[in-house]
């Protein structure tokens, strides 16, 4: 089981014109703001990616919005670690049990675990709050990550999982999340 004061989560590249050709894109951008608020709620670190928002536009609307005091950091390598400015912010957490979910999950969400777990992190994916334009696509770089040694959970999975137990505001919070 993941712990919660070892976990960071990396948001990889939800935006404009990438995201709204995802498969199953409106529950994907519904389990992924209820990921990212639970998370809040759990003070896990968020680091938030963005690739070449220039030319794919921003991190949706409804997304951003609920990662206020965030900045997102633009890339251009498909994977997160790639980035000197984003690996030194996964470093800075001083955690090594990465959450992992966005788009698409056989390009940038892949290559990030790919490298993450190479360096020596536990990773766990949020199969529901990851996407690819195709449900094959999906599913084959989910399948190729839990090769390499990833974990697999979904979003009311990993935030029951980091909470532990069901007392307190946080539960009463996530619990009103997930319903």
Known sequence: MIKRDEAYFVLVDVQGKLASLMYKKYRLFKNLKILIEGLRELDIPIIWAEQYPEGLGETVAEIKAILGGLEPI??????????????????????????????????CVYQTVADLLSKGH??????????????ENKELGIQKMLAEGAKISSVEMILFELLGVAEGEAFKRISQLVK
């Open 74 to 107: 633009s890339k251009k390598a498909f994977s997160v670690c790639r980035h000197p400015e984003l690996m030194r912010k996964i470093e800075a957490t001083n955690r090594t049990e990465a959450i992992v979910a966005g788009i698409e999950t056989h390009v």
């Open 122 to 135: 536990k990773v766990t994916i949020v199969a529901d709050a990851t996407s690819s334009r195709t449900k």
